[in-house]
């Protein structure tokens, strides 16, 4: 039996059961003299049942293809500042290179941007590895193989999440060569992902797609794993593209429907995005926000791409009322 989906269709329904018993009672009993405020905020629609029935945590996902340079590495530092200045909690990275490569160079990578309880998962043999960069333990990694290139695959890690379910956080770069090959790889990791994750865990499948749009026919494979319809992130002006002049839409974070309820607006500082960032330090303001990232980090020299962050509230324990 699967226990966490078991766990969370106890939740959901605990849940809409308090909150039918709130609302009939308000029905009932007219507008009370002096209504409490999470009951006038339900009655309003402000905000799920589950936000403060039960404890949630924030929850920060991040897809970054924004290494620079001329040995498509984190090695020159740009990217470094945008990681330290957003703080994830998981990170899908792309082109996961630093320095050497020795596993004391990476978890010094690791330890000296995130932090050195941050677990991490790197595929082995790859010319530009794909990865998977964690507050939360991994108890389960590996790789998928991408059938359309050779010099990296999918990077895939289960994380033991705050509460009773784990997240599937997969780290993918297509090709840039054809929409047709990237369609290919996303049928490819749908099926992954089918034989691999238990129904009721999360799945966010991060990183860059390298689409021309936001129609291409890979997203519509993907629409039947992860919630690909918008509102989509966006940096402070609206603009949701990600490639390096921002007129494409080539990095994504996608979740499925069970973590997507859970979706939440991106905070950072005194900024609110509704929908999630797209993270560009030249049009960031204040860019005190996201120190100790500088103004031209996202206009380095070869980083092509701009980070994309979206904020989950996951429930931890069951509905308690407040």
Known sequence: MNWSFLRRSVVRFVSACASLTLVASVAACGQPEEESSQAALLRQGAFEPE??????QRLRLMAANISSGNKQSYDPGEGIRIFQGIKPDVV????????????SDIRGFVDSTFGSSFAYYRE?????PNGVISRYPIVESGEWDD???SNRDFAWARIDLPGSIDLWAVSVHFLTSSSS?????????????ASKVPAGDYVVIGGDFNTDNRSEAALGALSGTVVTSGPYPADAT?????NASRAKPYDWVLVDDDLNAHKTATVVG????????????????????ISPAALGDSG??????????RDFLIPTDAPIAR
């Not at 936000?51 to 949630?56: A, E, K, M, S, V």
């Not at 005194?270 to 926000?289: C, H, I, N, Q």
């Not at 380095?300 to 962050?309: D, E, F, K, L, S």
């Open 51 to 56: 936000f403060w029935l039960g404890t949630t």
């Open 238 to 242: 609206g603009n949701g593209n990600t």
């Open 270 to 289: 005194s900024s609110t995005f509704d929908s999630g960032l797209v993270v560009d330090t030249r049009r960031y303001s204040p860019l005190a926000e």
């Open 181 to 193: 090959k990237r369609k290919a790889e996303a049928s490819e990791l749908v099926g992954y992902v």
């Open 300 to 309: 380095a020299t070869n980083m092509q791409h701009m980070a994309v962050v």
């Open 147 to 149: 059938g359309q290139v």
């Open 92 to 103: 899908m990275i792309q082109e996961f290179n630093y320095l050497s490569n020795s596993s």
């Open 124 to 128: 082995g043999g790859a010319q530009i």
